[in-house]
């Protein structure tokens, strides 16, 4: 996986996107700190070529894992640019990732509120609490 981030010039950045996401899921992603390092590299490289969905999930992907919180800053940039392109799901796993990196950012929190409160009812249960939790965790 290090190998395939490293050659990122090869990669396409929904590729990058999944490979971030499994290995997260992966639940090894402690022992994966160079995987980690050449995919925050590679993404952030790629960043502009993402799509909503792919800037949401490389998020939840680097949260989960504990990596890379210097990837939030272009993250965060890209994501308000596209925000309006995120579903109400993508909204919640944002807001969260970014409350458990610890990464609060005034303008994309911000931006995110007031898009959710004109799509409250797009969102589920899970959803909401995620965003509430979120917004709780981030004051």
Wanted: charge should be neutral.
């Amino acid at each position: 996986t290090a190998e395939v981030a490293e050659t990122s010039a090869e990669v396409r950045a929904r590729e990058l996107a999944n490979i971030a996401h499994g290995a997260a899921k992966s639940g090894r992603a402690a022992g994966l700190g160079a995987v980690w390092a050449a995919l925050a590299d590679a993404i952030e490289r790629r960043i502009g070529d993402c799509n909503a969905q792919e800037l949401a999930n490389i998020a939840w992907a680097f949260a989960t894992a504990g990596h890379a919180r210097a990837l939030f800053g272009p993250l965060s940039s890209e994501l308000l640019s596209r925000l309006d392109a995120l579903r109400a799901k993508e909204l919640a796993i944002t807001a969260w990732a970014y409350a458990t990196a610890g990464v609060v950012d005034a303008p994309l929190f911000d931006a995110i509120a007031r898009l959710a409160t004109r799509r409250l009812g797009d969102f589920s249960c899970q959803g909401l609490a995620n965003l509430a939790w979120a917004y709780a965790s981030a004051a």
